[in-house]
């Protein structure tokens, strides 16, 4: 019963550090999603992947790149850090990307200084 | 753009009460609507989906129900219990060019009190 998995569940950067974070879905579902919660900002689409091998720009993407390696896993990165992306990111799958019910990680706590 | 608003921020209750949370959106041309519960520290977990050709959805205790022309929905928690406590967020989905997108209102924190 892993549904979606996260790592790491928490990191401290420094400013203009990279460092990429990995999802895995084991539902087989076609889509991804990579999210950040913020307060009072509520949760908002970084990225996502419709299927395996396409990947598109979500609401809010600048500052960060994504890769769906294969069915199963899709990460994002931070190419260099700035505290703005201090955030808790979470990624999600569903089967189609037509709204059906979606499915989150539990999380990755990521705080820049 | 479409906006989704949730009330109220925050509720109180005894245990036992029965509850409603509120969620508006402001485009009413969306696909379907899903309620989430969010427990502190952890993920999302989907408790409902609404279909736009639906009126209601029902889970249990939980029933949630969906007036498109009016952008509202409702979710109502029967015989609340602490066990409820978590925040509750809805999120709609436009379909179409808003492909894999769901727009999030901010939640209701609900506290089931013994």
């Known amino acids: 019963n892993a549904g979606v998995t996260q790592t790491p569940k928490f990191q401290v950067l420094k400013t203009g550090q990279s460092m990429t974070l990995q999802c895995a879905q084991d539902m087989n579902h076609n889509s991804m999603y990579w999210y950040r919660q913020d307060p009072g900002m509520g949760l908002r689409l970084i990225y996502y992947?419709?299927?395996?091998?396409?990947?598109d720009k979500g609401e809010v993407p600048n500052g960060y790149n994504v890769s769906r390696l294969n069915k199963r896993e899709f990460s994002l990165r931070l190419e260099s850090a700035a505290p703005s992306q201090t955030s808790v990111y979470f990624c999600?799958?569903?089967?189609?990307?037509?709204?059906?019910?979606?499915?989150f990680g539990e999380g990755s706590w990521l705080t820049v200084v | 753009k479409q906006e989704v608003t949730q009330i109220p921020a925050a509720l109180s209750v005894p245990e036992g009460e029965n509850l409603v949370l509120n969620c508006s959106f402001t485009?009413?041309?969306?696909?379907?609507l899903q309620w989430f519960r969010q427990d502190p520290g952890k993920g999302l977990t989907s408790l409902l989906l609404i279909q736009s050709s639906q009126r209601e959805q029902t889970s249990g205790r939980l029933n949630a129900s969906l007036d498109k022309s009016s952008g509202r929905s409702t979710l109502y928690i029967a015989a609340s219990q602490p066990g409820d406590s978590a925040t509750y967020l809805c999120a709609v989905y436009a379909g179409g060019t808003s492909y894999g997108k769901l727009t999030f209102g901010q939640g209701t924190i609900l506290t089931v009190h013994p």
């Open positions: 992947s419709a299927s395996e091998g396409t990947t």
């Open positions: 999600a799958s569903s089967d189609r990307p037509s709204g059906n019910t979606i499915y």
């Open positions: 485009d009413s041309a969306i696909y379907n």
